[in-house]
């Protein structure tokens, strides 16, 4: 079964650091380019991490630019998003998305280029 399953969402102080997890079932990562989305309550979904297949093309949204950091460990299929200086206004549902492609070098910055989705795990910033 195709899956990807987030964890790692909790509540931290502004500041802090959280790491969440983007485990892959099904297929492997060395195959995908991988999106990192969230969303906010009453906003709408905000694409901010994008990687190629091969790791080779990275983009970070100026939101999260010098903050956020993605990570792939092979071995164990999962991706990390690694969240430091963390703001109230990072609060959000956060979401994994990974793409097939055959392109090893470009990432894809909108959710309908996506085929798999995580189901989400919450931050909350907050003191």
């Known amino acids: 079964q195709v899956q990807l399953v987030e964890s790692g969402g909790d509540l931290v102080q502004p500041g802090g650091s959280l790491r969440l997890s983007c485990a892959a079932s099904?297929?492997?990562?060395?195959?995908?380019?991988i999106g990192w989305f969230r969303q906010a309550p009453g906003k709408e979904r905000e694409g901010i991490l994008f990687?190629?297949?091969?790791?080779?093309?990275?983009y970070y949204a100026d939101s999260v630019k010098g903050r956020f950091t993605i990570s792939r460990d092979n071995a164990k299929n999962t991706v990390y998003l690694q969240m430091n200086s963390l703001k109230p206004e990072d609060t959000a549902v956060y979401y994994c998305?990974?793409?097939?492609?055959?392109?090893?070098?470009?990432?894809?910055?909108?959710?309908?280029?996506?085929?798999?989705w995580g189901q989400g795990t919450r931050v909350t910033v907050s003191s």
């Open positions: 990687i190629s297949r091969r790791a080779g093309s990275t």
């Open positions: 099904g297929f492997s990562l060395d195959t995908v380019a």
């Open positions: 998305a990974a793409r097939r492609t055959l392109v090893t070098s470009r990432y894809y910055t909108r959710p309908d280029e996506y085929d798999y």
